[in-house]
């Protein structure tokens, strides 16, 4: 045979393939290719594939197009009859439709609230223009020789200048520094024409590089961007602090005084910080304030670096260089304090969820939190999409004869597994409707004990304004539908006519079996929810509950002034006098920092005989002579300072902790050493006295080594009083009077320090907050879906207990019967958890350097709570058939 | 009475005298000898499905041959209702025909 003929146009083929009725295809294709054949022959290969193209498109004709007729004609009206049915089957069952949708709403409305949180976490900072190319300079540090590396936010004065000037890959660096590193606290004060100066305390006061203003998106309401930060003497106050300040006035040109000292001129209004951004700002200083001593300095690494790159410039390229100049700069100063350093650049938009280094300006969020929170309300969505799946398996039964009687009419499995899907599209399609209406009714109270603020617009907008809300929503309902409704639609549609019409039921072992595992699987989560919560509290108030090393019950913190002349030292000695002759007051001390945050000067010590790789890093706290004594810190050997003794200047008290980290065996061994100060300088400073451990922080915080100085009245930021009163009011305004008597000009700002230390706790009860709201929502969907099963077990065995009864069983007896099932799911799943917990309590709790001992007890609440809402749950919808007379159970048939 | 466009008219005789050997391509090739006249393929297909539609003919699959690459015809045949047609349309011709001068239709 000759070679063959080449095929027609496989294009043409493909076509004609995909527009015609498979039944006239292959008619239509012979006689195609008879011709086209024929005129290779002719007229030529060219020419016939050309007549091929012209004659499949001629043919694209009406009566050869097939698709629409292959489907049933009735698919349509088939459809609308599932919607029928599944609507009067959810009617005719309220109670487990019920059930079904309330618990697949309330899952989906956990999941809801998540995202909108999980939205509100991610949008921290995505609103600065140019956004991928900003980035913050943060820096490392570690002691030489060890690897454990500590990041901070904030940089060294020169580290931006010096960037900047050697790296063409950056368009521009920006600094801002606290002013409270420059002056303790600051007051800020107005003084209106012919009135009475307008003073506060203020905080959050940054200096900052003119080009902060331009490389962020902090838009101005008044001023110019480029010039507010020009001179040295220029002030940008937020809209909050002109309010407070100036009221109705124009406050632009105007004069603000900073601790009456320096005079400053507003040149800006900035519109307030929303709550999405990791700045925290009241007020900007101008860094021409700054020498160049400081701008070139490489000590000091307070200052939080930002730098704006090139659009064209790569971070990895800029990141890749930066060890290079670190040796560069600071080849000297590691070497000399035996430090390695270290920079990285973070994005500006990461810093909130990815950040949390020291010296951060306000608290950042969590990522950990945040993925704890999605899997949370994923395991709620389970165990709802779990109710789903038990609840209509279990009555696959009523639905039988059903099922039976569309199968011999004619439907195949396809039909019942689509109808079923329905079923379950129009129950998802409802719940997600109400999920909406909880979340907008939720939404307030989950925001105010999450810690969100929403700015502007309603709840509703907030809610369904967000497009990824939109797809969650169809996510959900996609994944309800399908993932919940296709294992009851495949069973449902596997039911042999016959069997089910003949009244044939069976309940399949291994059916029960896979209903049980869920249900386990469900206690499981419902069991964790509830001791997680327990967990959380039990460390709270455990860390609360601590002996802290000083007392801080009726402690009361005022401010130090801090509008003062050369007379302060004179009047911090009148104050101290003028308060103590009242009855109401103990003891009263001086000093630089307080207890309830992390207290930023830390030095290198060691033994003077010592190199410095023995050194380690010690917290110093300048203290008057009368610290110990108010804050009743317990001394284990030697004294406190005193006023008489002229060498105290340089003598040092000591915290067991750092004794123990010299190196001496006990505290008495330390006395009278000479201890060496890395400051500028080496510096020499005698023991006299060691104090017991404090904690400082909270207990999430281990214990630091502590050197306690006396400053002899200078460096002073807080007068600690001790009180000892039941009047506190009386005493306060008795303070303030002396206060204000004493240092006329100052505003006094006080606050009980037990309160103060308390707030370190606020990250921990929000969560515990939040996690007892989601573990509610898990709780009650699992009840539901409990109730649910519960109600409808013992609606199928009510004959049973009727003969029973009639036999002679007693209630109890009757009652037993129905909940053991469930009694042994619940001990089953107290078995399987409780490992679970364990594990993932301790993995929580290892966050914290002081922390609860997990024990069986912690189990014992959670467990017999949800082992009482079960039994109540069983024996409620048990009584029903436990409690009804025989005679009414067993009439009807 | 159904009505019978021309070409349908056509492809009904060119059915008819094919006998049993009516298919798609023989169709075509038979218009084209006798008439002079090119109907496209997609046209002719179009009025033999219609035809059928309308229940003129009659149609049945033929058996694979090698001719066509084991592909198998449909043929057609003409039904009681498509030869009645083609008589009245026959019939309508000669009335109106007779009258005019100097043709000769037989």
């Known amino acids: 045979m000759s070679k063959p003929l080449p095929k027609p146009p496989r294009l043409a083929e493909l076509f004609l393939e995909w527009y015609c009725h498979p039944e006239i295809l292959e008619i239509l294709q012979g006689d195609l290719h008879e011709l086209y054949y024929r005129r290779i022959g002719t007229i030529g290969l060219t020419r016939a594939r050309l007549c091929y193209y012209r004659d499949v ?18 698919f349509m009206d088939m459809f609308i009859n599932y919607v029928i049915s599944a609507w009067r089957n959810m009617y005719k069952r309220k109670q487990f439709s019920l059930i ?97 100066p307008i003073t506060f305390y203020e905080e959050n006061m940054y200096v900052a590089d003119p080009s902060f203003l331009k490389m962020f998106s902090f838009p101005l309401v008044n001023g110019e961007l480029e010039t507010a930060l020009d001179h040295r003497d220029n002030i940008v106050i937020t809209e909050r602090l002109a309010q407070k300040y100036f009221g109705e006035e124009d406050p632009m040109g105007k004069t603000l005084s900073l601790n009456g000292a320096i005079n400053l001129t507003v040149t800006g209004i900035l519109q307030d910080l929303p709550q999405i951004t990791h700045f925290e700002i009241n007020a900007l200083f101008s860094s021409h304030v700054f020498s160049d001593g400081i701008n070139n300095a490489w000590i000091w690494p307070e200052f939080h670096t930002y730098v704006k790159l090139l659009p064209e410039a790569t971070v990895e390229d800029v990141e890749g260089q930066l060890d290079g100049f670190v040796n560069q700069y600071l080849g000297d100063v590691m070497e000399e304090f035996a430090i390695r350093e270290a920079m990285t650049l973070q994005p500006v938009q990461d810093i909130h969820l990815h950040g949390n280094l020291l010296k951060e300006i306000k608290e950042t969020g969590n990522q950990r939190t945040v993925s704890f929170l999605i899997l949370i309300a994923f395991m709620i969505l389970l165990i709802a999409w779990i109710n789903f799946i038990n609840l209509s398996t279990s009555r696959s039964i009523e639905r039988a004869s059903e099922v039976g009687i569309r199968k011999v009419v004619g439907a195949a499995k396809e039909n019942i597994i689509l109808q079923f899907l329905t079923e379950s599209a129009v129950m998802n399609g409802l719940a997600i409707g109400f999920a909406v209406l909880m979340v907008v009714l939720i939404s307030p109270y989950f925001n105010r004990i999450a810690g969100v603020e929403i700015i502007s617009g309603s709840w509703f907008r907030q809610v369904l304004g967000e497009w990824s809300t939109w797809q969650a929503m169809l996510i959900l309902f996609l994944g309800g539908t399908f993932l919940a409704g296709l294992y009851p639609a495949f069973i449902l549609s596997s039911f042999q006519p016959i069997k089910t019409i003949k009244g044939h039921l069976y309940q399949a072992g291994q059916r029960v079996h896979f209903r049980h595992v869920m249900v386990v699987f469900q206690f499981v989560i419902g069991l964790s929810m509830i001791t997680g919560t327990v967990i959380v509290f039990k460390q709270l108030s455990f860390m609360r509950s601590q002996e802290l090393g000083f007392n801080m019950e009726q402690l009361l913190i005022v401010k130090a002034p801090s509008i003062v002349d050369s007379t302060g030292a004179e009047r911090a000695n009148l104050f101290r006098e003028q308060l103590l002759q009242q009855a109401q007051i103990q003891q009263i001390s001086y000093s630089s920092d307080i207890p309830g945050y992390n207290i930023q000067n830390i030095n290198t010590i060691k033994r003077r005989e010592e190199n410095i790789e023995e050194g380690f890093f010690a917290t110093f706290l300048n203290t008057d002579e009368h610290f110990f004594s108010t804050y009743q810190i317990e001394l284990v ?19 067991e902790k750092a004794v123990g980290l010299l190196g001496y065996s006990s505290p008495d061994e330390v006395l009278d050493q000479i201890i060496s100060v890395k400051t500028n300088s080496w510096h020499d400073l005698k023991v006299v006295g060691v104090a017991k451990n404090i904690h400082n922080q909270s207990l999430a915080h281990g214990q630091l080594p502590f050197v306690f100085f006396n400053g002899r009245g200078f460096g002073y930021d807080y007068l600690n009083i001790r009180l000892n009163t039941e009047d506190i009011h009386e005493t306060i305004a008795n303070v303030e009077k002396t206060y204000g008597e004493v240092f006329p000009g100052n505003p006094v700002e006080h606050f009980f320090l037990d309160d103060y230390f308390d707030k370190q706790y606020q990250a921990d009860r ?32 009510t004959k049973e207990t009727g003969i029973r009864k009639v036999l002679g069983a007693s209630t109890a007896q009757i009652f037993l019967l129905l909940g053991k099932q469930f009694l042994w799911l619940i001990v089953i799943a107290t078995i399987v958890g409780i490992p679970l917990i364990w594990w993932g309590g301790n993995e929580w709790l290892a966050n914290y350097a002081y922390r609860v001992k997990l024990n069986l007890w912690v189990f014992v609440l959670p467990v017999t709570s949800f082992f009482m809402m079960t039994a109540l749950i069983v024996f409620w919808q048990s009584s029903k058939a436990a409690l009804v007379n025989p005679v009414k159970s067993l009439r009807t048939e | 009475m159904k009505i019978l466009g021309s070409f349908e008219e056509l492809v009904l005789l060119a059915v008819g005298s094919l006998g049993d050997q009516a298919y798609g391509v023989a169709v075509k090739d038979l218009l084209e000898e006798t008439g002079g006249k090119k109907p496209s393929i997609g046209a002719l297909h179009s009025a033999l499905h219609r035809l059928e539609e309308k229940g003129m003919l009659d149609s049945w699959i033929g058996g694979a041959t090698s ?12 039904t009681p209702i498509g030869k009645k047609a083609l008589q009245e349309a026959h019939d309508v011709r000669a009335k109106l025909s007779i009258n005019i001068q100097g043709l000769n239709l037989g």
């Open chain 2, 67 to 78: 001719e066509r690459g084991g592909i198998r015809k449909k043929y057609y045949s003409l």
């Open chain 1, 766 to 797: 929000k969560f515990g907050r939040v996690f007892t709201l989601f573990a509610v929502l898990a709780i009650l969907v699992a009840c539901l879906g409990l109730f649910g099963l519960a109600s409808y077990i013992s609606s199928l065995r």
């Open chain 1, 100 to 196: 079904n949708i309330l618990g697949l709403s309330i899952g989906m409305a956990a999941c809801l609230l998540i995202l909108q949180y999980v939205n509100h976490q991610k949008n921290f900072d995505t609103f600065h223009t140019d956004l991928d190319r900003l980035y913050r300079l943060n820096l490392g540090m570690s002691e030489a020789g060890e690897s454990e590396v500590t990041y901070r936010a904030a940089n060294h004065p020169a580290a931006a200048l010096a960037l900047k000037k050697d790296y063409p890959q950056i368009q521009e660096t920006a600094r801002i520094v606290d002013v409270a590193i420059f002056m303790g606290s600051s007051v800020l004060s107005h003084k209106p024409e012919g009135g009475t």
């Open chain 1, 57 to 74: 498109i001629d043919n694209c004709r009406p009566y050869a197009w097939g698709k629409a007729k292959s489907s049933s004609p009735n």
């Open chain 1, 637 to 655: 050997a030697g004294r406190g300072f005193l006023e008489e003794i002229e060498t105290d200047i340089n003598a040092i008290v000591l915290n």
